[in-house]
Structure formats: structure tokens, C-alpha cells
């Protein structure tokens, strides 16, 4: 069955690094998604990716965030100068014509030191 | 704004006993609703979800859950609850019933099976 990667599964920076975080969506999805969970606290979302631009962004992906489809398989999550307070799990889900049936990947525990 | 509460953030339960997971939501319109659940160090795998259709869907693993728009509640329940049900259970919704992408999730609560 096919399902969405995200890699790495654990990453640890220094406060004010740049990281990317990687996703491979189901193949023939047209709708991309970053959410994130901080821990104890509910799965927010940050952004959705359709058409090879933004569609929708939340209060939460301000200017340190970008997101990109550099190819016809990744999507990714940059966040120029990492903060404390981005230290999350991070998730990338997809939707193909069914929009709203999101599939989620296993996420990126993110730790800003 | 849609938002969902979900009522208890630790729930407790027998193996073999009724479960029974709360969910209640706020939308000015038609909403999508949705379960996910998510194992121990594991993402969000979609458990079932409502797009207008039946009032009452039925997901995987035994699970079912009732649209009550009177209620404006989407509670998840399974019968018989398995020591492998152990999980966190997030309800969730889809603003303006899927036009737009983003999902708005609730607290999550957590279920324990006790032997």
C-alpha cells in the first residue's frame, strides 16, 4: 500500500540553524501538507502545497518557513533560523482528488537546542 | 471558526469493554469530520471519516463513529475494546466541508486498556 515518507525521523540542531525536512508523498497526490505537534499539545497545521505554490498558510508559518516540491517526488519543509520553540514533531500528509482524505507520514522529531 | 472539543484527555477501559471516545464540534456549515489515531512513536493513520453521506461510518479495527448534527458530536466507539486499541485519538475537522485543505484537530485523548 502505498504511504508517505518523511526522513529524517529524528533531527537535532542548534538554535538559529537552518533545517529541511523531507517528504515523499503518494505518488499521484496533487495536495501536500506540513502539520506539526509540539509535544503534549495538539497537531496544528502550518501550510498546505497544490499546484506548486501555497495554498493555504496558518499564523504559525510566518517568514522562517518555506516550503518546496523540487521535484516531482519531494516535498519539503525549510525553517531558515530554528527557534526553541520549533522544536516539534513535524508531519507531511497528502490528498489526491479526494482532498480531504489526508494520509499522514510517520513525522520528523525535530529538537532545537 | 470550526474548532472540535474533545471531552477527556485520558480515558480508561477494560479489555472487552465498550469505548467510547467524545468529540463535539463547532461549524457555521456543513462540516467534514474525521478520526485519526496514532500508535506509540507512529504518524496519524486515518481511522474513519464523515463527508455528508451516512450519519453513521464505520472505520477500521472495529470502530464506528455517528454524525449528530443535533448534537453537533462525532463520537468514536467500539464495542469491544483490544489491549492493541492503546493508542491516542485525535478528532478532527475540515473548514467549510473540504473546500479548503487545512485540518483543525482536537487535544487528542488518550486510551488505556487494562487487562
Known amino acids: 500500500e502505498p504511504e508517505v515518507t518523511q526522513t529524517p525521523s529524528h533531527q537535532v540542531t542548534q538554535m538559529g540553524q537552518e533545517v529541511i525536512l523531507r517528504c515523499v508523498p503518494i505518488?499521484?497526490?496533487?495536495?501536500f501538507y506540513w502539520y506539526r505537534q509540539i509535544l503534549g499539545q495538539k497537531v496544528e497545521f502550518l501550510v498546505s502545497?497544490?499546484?506548486?505554490?501555497?495554498?493555504?498558510k496558518s499564523e504559525i508559518f510566518d517568514d522562517q518557513f518555506s516550503v518546496e516540491r523540487p521535484d516531482g517526488s519531494n516535498f519539503t519543509l525549510k525553517i531558515r533560523s530554528t527557534k526553541l520553540e520549533d522544536s516539534a514533531m513535524y508531519f507531511c500528509?497528502?490528498?489526491?482528488?479526494?482532498?480531504?482524505?489526508?494520509?499522514f507520514g510517520p513525522g520528523t522529531r525535530l529538537l532545537v537546542l | 471558526a470550526q474548532s472540535v472539543t474533545q471531552l477527556g484527555s485520558h480515558v480508561s477501559v477494560s479489555e472487552g469493554a465498550l469505548v467510547l471516545l467524545r468529540c463535539n464540534y463547532s461549524s457555521s456549515v456543513p462540516p467534514y469530520l474525521f478520526w485519526y489515531v496514532q500508535y506509540p512513536n507512529q504518524g496519524l493513520q486515518l481511522l474513519l471519516k464523515?463527508?455528508?453521506?451516512?450519519?453513521l461510518v464505520k472505520g477500521i479495527n472495529g470502530f464506528e463513529a455517528e454524525f449528530k448534527k443535533s448534537e453537533t458530536s462525532f463520537h468514536l466507539t467500539k464495542p469491544s475494546a483490544h489491549m492493541r486499541d492503546a493508542a491516542e485519538y485525535f478528532c478532527a475537522v475540515t473548514p467549510l466541508g473540504g473546500s479548503q485543505g487545512n485540518l483543525i484537530f482536537g487535544k487528542g485523548t488518550k486510551l488505556s486498556v487494562k487487562p
Open positions: 505518488s499521484n497526490h496533487l495536495y
Open positions: 464523515y463527508t455528508s453521506a451516512a450519519t
Open positions: 500528509a497528502s490528498s489526491g482528488r479526494v482532498r480531504e482524505t489526508q494520509y
Open positions: 502545497f497544490y499546484n506548486n505554490e501555497i495554498s493555504e
